[in-house]
């Protein structure tokens, strides 16, 4: 297993942008496909977007197309979650994961650690 923690959250208005990042410990990241899942107040947690060991392969929620970006760097241990264009609707705890492969993650299967979460909050 890896040991994950993100980074980056914070405020910021409607039409803003923020970067997460997720450091993973460990020398096997690289084995690991790696996803953005996020928990607004009340609801359910919801799968944002994953990408492949490799980063060849990514998949990512409808809403998040064009505005949402994930990324890793295999050398550096850490994926990358770059919003832009951001709404009072994506606020909620988004939270890093590592999983054994990139299709059940979709559906929060086969995920092996999560972090602890990262708050962003997006002002109207």
């Known amino acids: 297993q890896v040991q994950l923690e993100e980074s980056g959250g914070g405020l910021v208005q409607a039409g803003g942008s923020l970067r997460l990042s997720c450091a993973a410990s460990?020398?096997?990241?690289?084995?690991?496909?790696m996803g953005w899942f996020r928990q607004a107040p009340g609801k359910e947690r919801e799968f944002v977007a994953a990408i492949s060991r490799s980063g060849g392969l990514i998949y990512q929620l409808d809403s998040g197309k064009g505005r949402f970006t994930i990324s890793r760097d295999n050398a550096k241990n850490t994926v990358y979650l770059q919003m832009n264009s951001l709404t009072p609707e994506d606020t909620a705890v988004y939270y890093c994961?590592?999983?054994?492969?990139?299709?059940?993650?979709?559906?929060?299967?086969?995920?092996?650690?999560w972090g602890q979460g990262a708050q962003v909050t997006v002002s109207s």
């Open positions: 994961a590592a999983g054994i492969s990139l299709e059940p993650m979709r559906a929060r299967a086969g995920i092996t650690s």
């Open positions: 460990g020398r096997t990241f690289s084995t690991y496909a």
